[in-house]
């Protein structure tokens, strides 16, 4: 199994602003994903991560909004970038492993 | 377009009952996942089914696979409060291609009360 991390947990952002998520896996992996869990929603997949290659965005979402980075195989960060309030959702990192796939605690991002 | 489609969204239960939640999916995928979220919770993995026929059971939940169908279903059984949460079921992406993300169902958010 995998043991991923999330940072921050939570944080309440002004409209125009930027965050950027941090997520850590204790083990290397090839392929992490970020997903968006709009409130009361299902999860969105937002883009698929592989180290040492540009991010593949998912239709709805582009490369200027949410780039993201994924400098070795346990590390990736997402960046919301000019926030406004339809941004606010829960923010989860994933990995897969053999057949099963793994989440982190989730970033829960609320843009006022 | 990949599609996984779940009912009900919805359910509202009495313990000691039986109910089943269902998933149709529109790829040719052979394997199906199951996750249960509590409310500001991230997900937890109930089942991952790996073949046609497939059936996996956990205490009161039994989940199935029925590829030809594109179908799987999750009984419950006694319902009992502490199962009350949302239940997601998703299959791999892109044609059901192993190695890629996961999508989605909408959930099934599950309410069991005495």
């Known amino acids: 199994s995998a043991v991923i991390s999330q940072k921050p947990s939570r944080d309440i952002c002004q409209r125009g602003t930027s965050l950027t998520i941090q997520c850590q896996v204790d083990s290397q992996v090839t392929m992490m994903f970020w997903y968006r869990q709009q409130p009361g929603q299902s999860l969105t997949l937002i883009a698929t991560a592989n180290q040492g290659s540009e991010a593949t965005y998912e239709s709805g979402f582009v490369i200027d909004k949410f780039p993201i980075s994924r400098p070795n195989l346990t590390f990736s960060t997402l960046t919301v970038s000019n926030m406004s309030p339809e941004d606010s959702s829960i923010y989860l990192c994933?990995?897969?492993?053999?057949?099963?796939?793994?989440f982190g605690p989730g970033t829960r991002l609320t843009v006022l | 377009e990949l599609k996984v489609e779940q009912n009900p969204l919805f359910l509202s239960m009495q313990e000691g009952k039986n109910y089943t939640i269902y998933c149709n999916y529109s790829t040719t995928s052979d394997r199906l996942y199951w996750y249960r979220q509590d409310p500001g919770k991230s997900l937890e993995s109930l089942f991952v089914l790996l073949s046609n026929g497939a059936v996996k059971q956990e205490g009161r939940l039994m989940a199935s696979l029925d590829t030809k169908a594109r179908l799987s279903t999750l009984h419950i059984t006694a319902a009992v409060h502490d199962l009350s949460a949302t239940y997601f079921c998703?299959?791999?992406?892109?044609?059901?291609?192993?190695?890629?993300?996961?999508?989605f169902g909408k959930g099934t958010t599950l309410s069991v009360s005495s």
């Open positions: 994933s990995v897969k492993m053999g057949n099963e796939q793994f």
């Open positions: 998703a299959v791999d992406g892109r044609g059901g291609e192993a190695g890629t993300a996961l999508i």
